[in-house]
């Protein structure tokens, strides 16, 4: 009655600010709750029958838990410290006058809860991520029992773990947990359904702007529906609904942009938390999905990371169960196809090929398909060798936002095909609107469509929804914004969509789409290339121990016997060198709990590989073994390399001695060595007057200073000079390495402003080895204020590079230390080494994106080279790197004090290897060079059988690796041969195989064998033709 007197002179409000402010104080949670409508959200409550809990430092099961003796709690108390779990019992008994209404039951902490009820999971009760209500019921019934006991298990930590003072320090050991609100309430649903249309007229009015009319259309209609509102009176909310819902029903023309909304939550698979908090994270945020689609069949939910389904599988088998149905409906769609969300950068070509073959193969196990998006979305930069991996693996589609986080450039395009350094091409989309984290806002929607660069070529985009990092994901009142604007004019459409429909309609579009070719490079968190050294170091030797336990192990299948091939203890070692390259793992952007969690399971596979590499050994080659100990007559040394290789090794002899042997041992085999071989030059070592020290072994000659600089690199078939003239290589270098915010992820331009060279002598060079099959010198350095660096120079005979084994106690705190070598080279690019092949960049700052990548990552290798002439940088576990100019530089510590205080401290032993070349580094083989360094040979003590040498495979090209020898993943009886050109070539090369070879096919990364991919075998082996960076797989079965 009451609006309808109103109505009669009722006229638009003239003064647009108070009209404005009004209706944000009818909805206000701060102002005038008295009166308003927010205040009138909750109708009645009541506090639980009993509260009781008990504390435990473990994550246990539910089973466990509620076996043990709860002692009584109540509202007001705080738990803790951080990482402990409260379990809470929770009796509630709804008041009978609540019949026919919506209760929920309300609890709130700054802990993370999940809800149990009959011995299942529920819901996750999160503050952070606005989830503080359990719905009991929709309405009660007279006759539904009105007693029921929850269990409450929460976290003593936050959606993003337990900073203090800020979200990325170190964690609080010390925090507190306090239970602010656990009760039983009576929802008042007619007032949420208004708020939701007021909030969305609301910002349609602020946000589309004052000479926008549907701006005060939508204004003048919120005005109104709060002249029709009294909020004592429920009936009179009706008639306003009734007015929000005309305004949202007038409809856009079909130019309108549509905008796919899916549900997401970015779990982060360890970062401000350990990896076991995760698979809690997982089940508190899954479960909720879940409940959610359960009321809202319309949802979508896409999910990615086969370990965090894994996890749910094998902890929370229930609600996988309710997974596995809700994909089936298509509802809870899994994507990515990897088995995390790994580092785009750092992990070798082989690491990523196996991201997707264990993800996958999970998908294709547990839901019937494999995923057809390549998903990424806060991985802090991606490899140009991608696009050809994902072809391979079975995706052609691509997700991510990262680029939008560039401190420099702004990337030109969020609809594009990006092609790879081999010409593959997968379509890309960058949600427009720069998250993964959306909230279903007005503002959210109006960005995506303003912000998004490719207008007028497509008219479709994604919009990621749900709160995410942490984990948390979609609410209900996400969904029911959406719902309100899924097709308003002067709004995009919204429609709940799916990744498949978006790339389904985008590739259609495709027509008119732009195309970037090469690496997609993040001008941000360049810090992550050399943060955690320790990380790094596990990550390369634990890549290269399951590269030689699965060429080793293969080769002793294929001899036969009785050899079991381990392939299960190598898929478990393989998931956690998988699981340990997360991006806020292998970046080493994660907290202390993390890194040792990384560091134990490094230390896994070490041991566990070292025991699997030594039983193939031993099928291998058992009758060549030395049968009893201490007297070694020969040596067995095994090469895991598909090339021959003549390099310098150490015996080790009785009682713990050790001597030097030059030996040959052919590509993928072994050879036996009985009498040391001299080589056609021994090296000779020098003490000049000066002090300082001149080695050469015929391919090199160099000088050093007494602080271990070079002075002198010579290439003596050339007498080329290598430094120029008065500069010193191998030099230190200590950086200021203060970033603005991101401390274990940022190094800044302007630290380059810093740099003071390390000259502090502790020790000077002096000669450890005095030449013949080896020397050495070595010496000390003190590095910044408390650190010391010793090294050790090494040439060895033969040896086309100089090694510099180092050793440094770390003390320093946010210091950068790099290594420089500046040398006689002129080039405007510099080459670098990346997964599966490399690529150029400018070694010049002319345009902002040259300078904005003045931190770089590669893998083995970098080069710089003019026509004829170049030098090439190995190392063993380095990632980051940078040319400018003519100095090639080496980043090896850094010290970040957030998230881990204690990151780096301590000591660190690494190798780098310096390496003048003629002609070019393809025809000098410095790729080759560098696998060595990477992949030693192995000693064995041996009998002293006849000279023997034997080899597995080789290859016809230098072009061509032999990357990766496996067994097939659903042929026991036959073997996956993974190639690559690695010049950047077309080129035909044979395989060549002394092993029993019955039929050979080319097959993709996921090991399903290509269509017409029979190879005939011919005397020589398989042919196999490359273009340039191409990789192959050949499956090889097995027998006569
Ligand atoms: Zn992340």
Redesign the pocket.
């Known amino acids: 009655m009451r609006s309808a007197q109103r109505g009669r002179s009722m006229a638009a409000p003239k003064h647009r600010r108070t009209a404005l402010e009004r209706v944000q104080k009818f909805l206000s949670e701060t102002y005038f709750t008295d009166c308003n409508l927010r205040g009138r959200l909750f109708g009645d409550r009541c506090p639980p029958a009993s509260l009781s809990c008990f504390q435990t430092s473990r994550r246990i099961p539910y089973d466990e838990a509620v076996g043990q003796k709860f002692s009584p709690a109540k509202v007001g108390d705080s738990f803790g410290p951080t990482w402990e779990t409260c379990w809470f019992k929770v009796e509630l008994s709804i008041p009978p006058a609540w019949a026919g209404r919506e209760v929920h039951f309300v609890w709130e902490s700054d802990g993370e809860g999940m809800v149990w009820r009959d011995a299942q999971p529920v819901q996750g009760l999160t503050k952070e991520g606005e989830k503080t209500s359990y719905i009991l019921t929709r309405s009660l019934k007279e006759m539904e029992p009105h007693s029921l006991t929850l269990y409450v298990e929460l976290a003593c930590n936050g959606l993003f773990g337990a900073g203090k003072g800020s979200m990325i320090a170190p964690p609080d050991p010390d925090r507190r947990f306090t239970l602010s609100k656990a009760e039983l309430v009576v929802f008042n649903r007619d007032v949420y359904e208004l708020l939701v249309d007021l909030e969305i007229l609301l910002d349609m009015a602020q946000l589309l702007g004052e000479e926008n009319q549907r701006s005060f259309q939508a204004l003048y209609t919120a005005n109104q529906m709060v002249n029709v509102c009294d909020v004592t009176d429920p009936s009179t909310f009706p008639a306003a609904r009734d007015l929000a819902a005309a305004i949202f029903s007038q409809r856009n023309g079909e130019s309108q942009h549509t905008i796919h909304a899916v549900g997401h939550c ?3 698979s360890a ?1 401000l938390w350990p990896y076991e908090e995760t698979i809690r994270k997982c089940a508190r945020s899954w479960v909720t999905v879940v409940h959610l689609m359960e009321s809202n069949p319309e949802l979508t939910f896409a999910c990615s990371q086969a370990q965090q389904f894994e996890w749910v599988r094998s902890c929370y088998p229930g609600l996988y169960a309710q997974i596995q149905d809700f994909v089936a409906k298509g509802q809870f769609v899994p994507v990515g196809g990897t088995w995390v ?1 790994m580092d785009g950068n750092l992990p070798s070509g082989e690491s990523m090929v196996r991201q997707f073959l264990q993800g996958q193969r999970f998908f294709q196990q547990q839901f019937g398909r494999i995923c057809s998006e390549f998903w990424l ?3 802090f930069g991606y490899s140009a060798q991608l696009p050809q991996l994902m072809r391979g693996c079975g995706i052609r589609r691509f997700l991510t936002q990262k680029l939008s986080w560039n401190l420099v450039n702004t990337f030109p395009h969020h609809t594009f095909f990006w092609e790879g350094i081999d010409g593959s091409r997968v379509l890309t989309h960058f949600p427009p609107g720069d998250s993964y984290g959306m909230h279903g806002r007005v503002e959210e929607v109006l960005k995506t469509v303003k912000n998004n660069k490719d207008k007028g070529r497509v008219n479709h985009s994604a919009f990621l929804f749900g709160f ?2 942490g984990g948390g994901g979609p609410t209900q009142k996400m969904l029911d914004r959406m719902k309100r604007m899924s097709d308003t004019d002067g709004l995009p459409r919204v429609q709940i969509s799916t990744p498949d429909r978006l790339f389904s309609i985008l590739e259609k579009e495709s027509s008119q789409l732009c195309t970037w070719v090469g690496e997609l490079f993040l001008e941000l968190h360049n810090g992550t290339y050399t943060t955690q050294a320790q990380i790094k170091k596990g990550n390369r030797e634990c890549e290269r121990i399951l590269h030689d336990v699965e060429v080793l192990s293969s080769l002793a299948l294929a001899r036969g016997g009785a050899f079991q091939y381990p392939a299960s203890q190598l898929q478990r070692l393989w998931r956690l060198l998988l699981l340990n390259q ?3 793992v292998l970046p080493g952007s994660c907290i202390q709990l993390v890194v040792e969690d990384a560091l134990r399971y490094y230390a896994e596979i070490r041991r566990a590989g070292a025991g699997l590499q030594e039983e193939a050994v031993r099928s291998l080659c058992g009758d060549l073994l030395q049968p009893e100990a201490g007297s070694a007559e020969s040596t067995l040394v095994l090469n895991t390399l598909p090339w021959e290789r003549t390099e310098v090794i150490a015996r080790s002899g009785p009682a713990g001695t050790e001597t030097l042997a030059l030996v040959t041992v052919p590509s993928m085999g072994y050879a036996i060595v009985r009498e040391p071989v001299l080589p056609a030059q021994p090296v000779a070592v020098r003490r000049q007057e000066d002090g300082s020290i001149a080695m050469e072994n015929g391919v090199i000659a160099v000088c050093l200073d007494v602080m271990g600089r070079l002075t002198s690199l010579r290439l003596l078939d050339s007498q080329r000079e290598s430094l120029p003239d008065g500069c010193c290589a191998n030099q230190f270098a200590l950086f200021d390495d203060v970033p603005l915010y991101w401390d274990a992820w940022d190094v800044m331009d302007y630290h380059l402003e810093t740099r003071k060279p390390v000259t502090m002598l502790l020790k000077p060079l002096e000669i450890t080895l005095a030449g013949g099959l080896r020397g050495s010198a070595s010496f000390s350095l003190r590095v910044g204020e408390s650190s010391t660096l010793t090294q050790e120079i090494i040439l060895d005979a033969t040896s086309p590079y100089l090694r510099f084994l180092t050793q440094v106690e770390w003390k320093e705190a946010h210091k950068f230390l790099k290594v420089e070598f500046p040398v006689q080279v002129r080039s405007t690019n510099a080459t670098y080494e990346i997964q599966f092949g490399h690529l150029q960049r400018p070694t010049h700052w002319n345009t902002s994106w040259d300078w904005a990548r003045f931190e770089v990552w590669a893998h083995k290798w970098l080069d710089v080279s003019e026509h004829g002439f170049g030098v090439a940088l190995l190392n063993d576990c380095k990632y980051g790197a940078s040319a400018h100019g003519n100095v090639l530089s080496l980043s090896l510590l850094r010290a970040p004090k957030s998230p881990d205080a204690t990151a780096d401290i301590g000591h660190h032993q690494f190798t780098y290897a310096v390496m003048p070349h003629r002609g070019s580094f393809q025809d000098a083989g410095v790729i080759q060079r560098a696998y060595n360094l990477n992949f030693p040979l192995h000693a064995v003590p041996a009998s002293s059988a006849q000279c023997l040498a034997w080899s597995a495979f080789s290859v016809s090209s230098p072009a061509v690796v032999l990357e990766a020898l496996k067994q097939a993943e659903d042929r026991p009886d036959a073997v996956v041969v993974r190639l690559y050109e690695a010049h950047g070539s077309t080129v035909v090369a044979w395989l060549q195989t002394s092993l029993p070879v019955k039929e050979a096919m080319l097959c993709d990364l996921l090991e399903r064998p290509a269509a017409g991919g029979r190879l005939p075998l011919e005397q020589r082996g398989v042919r196999l033709s490359f273009t340039p960076f191409r990789v192959l797989s050949v499956l090889l079965v097995l027998g006569q």
């Open positions: 970015h779990i982060d970062w969300e979305p806060d991985t995410g990092d997360f991006h806020d």
